[in-house]
Nanobody, 125 residues
């Protein structure tokens, strides 16, 4: 069991930055037992993979749309996942979700068993 809650979303101007956090609680296992990921979704579209990170952070992968602009990281001692977002663009506007997987890190939403409720990121021109 793991409960995830995202924070840090908001309204930002294009070219600006935001840092999202995802805190895990109610853990029946160690936070470091879970690979973690960030996804995003806009109304009417499928959930899109943003970034994933392995158990100890040694492996990180990114969706093509965010490579070079976003950085995923984790602090296992504090049960927290982060997403640093730089040079935000209008098309980054979405609800951002963090997710946990007991299987290895990956880009498919199907491997993630647990999801947070999401946090809205809105990029304005």
């Amino acid at each position: 069991q793991i409960h995830l809650v995202e924070s840090g979303g908001g309204l930002v101007q294009a070219g600006g930055s935001l840092r999202l956090s995802c805190i895990a609680s109610g853990l029946s296992r160690m936070f470091s037992d879970y690979a973690m990921g960030w996804f995003r979704q806009v109304p009417g579209k499928n959930r899109e993979f943003v970034a994933g990170i392995s158990l100890k952070g040694s492996i990180r992968n990114y969706g093509d749309a965010v490579k070079g602009r976003f950085t995923i990281s984790r602090n296992n001692a504090e049960n927290t996942l982060y997403l640093e977002m730089n040079n935000l663009q209008l098309e980054d506007t979405a609800v951002y979700f963090c997710a946990a997987a007991l299987k290895g890190v990956g880009s498919s939403s199907r491997i993630y068993n647990h999801w947070g409720p999401g946090t809205q990121v809105t990029v304005a021109s």
